[in-house]
């Protein structure tokens, strides 16, 4: 399939825009363009020209103009397939765009399928499959830091970590193998004790790279936050406020708030998948009670809960019930109302819960741009550094690690055993394998197939 050259839309098809590009990869691709390029600036054709060069014409399909273009024409290898590509800028109509897709595949090429350029980046070698993978979630970061993960993976950080790892690995299986099949030359005697120090580096480096993987998902789908207090506290006063428009209904009437009512909200840099629920009370209304049982159940789920306190009103019961259902998790407090007479303070709130606490008035808009700084600190002890920091934001590759950590572990076990060297083998090639497949070595075709079907169509 990959001697195939394929082309497709690479601008988003779904609006009109000023300039649409279409894409053609492969080793026909020059040739194809040139069957309905032509050139207003010279009688050159595009297989002459110089690579990573853009020229001036129109589009022409049986002499008819279908419309004034830039044409790019790019070499093989220094390609971003490492194929010879060509990309055609030309207005971007939604028509326009189809029309002169469906011309170039008239002339020889084949429809692209969803993220196949990429996935012939891999195939080709010109990335690894991590990087690959980085690709994608560069087109579906939502906040900044999502964004400066993915592109650091991008430019290659996981790969050189785990190559580094693999380097060890081999080494050690390299001389166990040697010594086993040269016994009178080389010997193991020394070598158990390096072995053990070796894995023992290794598993310690991936179980970082583990631990970073609970950051690196709040990182890439944000905070999965909700917001609790009684009846009457402010929380849709926050919502509001927080989203910069007004989401949810304000009234004085208690139990206004009956259903859960989410928002995705970029707050100092960090994505909040943010839940407003109904106010914590006990209630004979029917459906009311439903949305405070939703309530409860959504807090015991949330990374985060943001714990909203009238502080013009006491405690009650109400809100030792709150208090009660959040002992375990991480909690902001809020103490809301703070324009107008308090009788709650922020050294009463300390006595009771220990967490970060802020006084704010969503009335006001006092006191919110604190709450971004904690969260930040909350999580991310202030700050995310994308220079030496790998942040594992995908599933798969955090399962990976996890075997290859299990594998490593049983070749310290035999260690400890005093079990003979070539059992050491079996475990220590098998977290070399799964190491491997974070990166796309002897990986499945299939499991290949179902990570570019994820990317959207003409990446």
Do not use: W
Not at 128 to 154: F, R, T, W
Request: glycine share 6%.
């Amino acid at each position: 399939m990959i001697s195939e050259t394929i082309a497709a839309i690479s601008t988003s098809p779904m609006g009109n825009g000023g300039i649409g590009i279409v894409r053609i990869s492969g080793s026909k691709a020059i040739e194809i363009a040139d069957r309905v390029f032509v050139s207003k600036k010279s009688n050159k054709k595009l297989a002459d020209v110089a690579s990573h060069t853009v020229h001036f014409g129109n589009i022409i399909f049986e002499n008819e103009i279908i419309d004034e273009v830039l044409v790019i024409v790019m070499k093989a290898p220094n390609t971003y397939t490492k194929e010879d590509i060509v990309e055609i800028d030309c207005h971007g109509g939604i028509f326009v765009m189809k029309k002169i897709l469906s011309v170039v595949i008239d002339s020889g090429a084949t429809p692209a399928e969803p993220g196949e350029f990429t996935k012939r980046a891999f195939l080709n070698g010109r990335i690894d499959l991590s990087q690959a993978e980085a690709v994608i979630d560069i087109i579906n970061s939502k906040n900044e830091y999502a964004l400066k993960s993915s592109v650091s993976q991008l430019n290659g950080v996981l790969l050189s970590k785990i190559k580094e790892i693999r380097e060890i690995i081999l080494d050690d299986l390299a001389f166990i193998e040697a010594a086993l099949d040269d016994p009178e030359h080389i010997s193991l005697d020394d070598f158990v004790d390096k072995l053990a120090q070796n894995v023992d580096n290794c598993v310690d480096n991936l179980q970082i790279l583990c631990i970073t993987s609970e950051n690196g998902r709040i990182i890439k789908d944000g905070v999965n936050t909700v917001i609790l207090g009684k009846t009457n506290a402010g929380k849709s006063s926050l919502l509001n406020v927080l989203a910069k428009e007004e989401r949810a209904i304000v009234t004085e009437i208690e139990g206004t708030t009956r259903d859960i009512l989410e928002e995705h909200i970029n707050i100092g840099g960090v994505l909040l998948n943010l839940i407003d629920t109904a106010g914590i009370r006990n209630t004979e209304d029917i459906v009311e009670k439903i949305g405070v049982n939703k309530a409860r159940a959504y807090a015991k789920e949330a990374d985060l809960i943001i714990y909203v306190v009238d502080a013009s009103r006491v405690l009650d019961e109400n809100d030792k019930e709150i208090l009660e259902l959040i002992k375990d998790k991480k909690v902001i407090v809020l103490l809301n109302k703070t324009d107008i007479e308090t009788v709650i303070d922020i050294k009463q709130m300390k006595e009771l819960i220990q967490c970060p606490i802020i006084s704010i008035s969503a009335k006001l808009e006092i006191g919110i741009e604190a709450l971004g700084d904690t969260i930040k600190e909350m999580f991310f002890n202030g700050e995310i550094n994308f220079n030496d920091e790998i942040y594992i934001t995908n599933i798969r590759q955090k399962n990976l690690l996890k075997e290859a950590i299990k594998s490593l572990l049983l070749v310290k076990d035999s260690i400890e055993m005093g079990m003979s060297e070539d059992f050491f083998t079996i475990d220590l090639m098998n977290a070399y394998v799964q190491l491997g497949k974070v990166i796309g070595e002897a990986v499945e075709e299939d499991l290949v197939n179902q990570i570019f079907s994820k990317f959207c169509m003409g990446k």
